[in-house]
């Protein structure tokens, strides 16, 4: 009968630890969720960061080159033999480059 008694107690035991190990499995999957939706909320913002910070550069560099193109206008109209010179310069020397191949 110590026996039986003994066998249930370690039962009853064996039965709370299982139900706690299940708890603390739960609460676990729940951590790891919460976990998973954290760093898919952080990676969403750290490209919505970079998708910004791209669209900010490419129109800093849109407006810079729209810039340089109307200097570049605005010099070919003031000096225009010097730019048919230039662009005279700059295609000899680049074919030269390219006939010695």
Do not use: C, W, Y
Not at 8 to 14: N, Q, V
Not at 22 to 40: C, K, S, V
Not at 47 to 71: C, F, P, S, Y
């Amino acid at each position: 009968m110590a026996t039986s008694a003994k066998e249930a107690t370690a039962f009853s035991e064996f039965e709370a630890e299982m139900a706690a190990i299940r708890n603390d499995l739960a609460a676990l999957r729940e951590d790891m969720a919460a976990i998973a939706r954290t760093a898919a909320s952080v990676a969403s913002e750290q490209k919505d960061r970079a998708t910004e910070a791209l669209r900010d550069k490419a129109e800093e560099l849109t407006e810079k080159g729209e810039e340089l193109v109307n200097h570049i206008g605005q010099e070919v109209e003031a000096r225009p033999f010097a730019a048919v010179a230039i662009a005279f310069g700059l295609g000899f020397v680049v074919g030269k480059l390219l006939d010695r191949r």
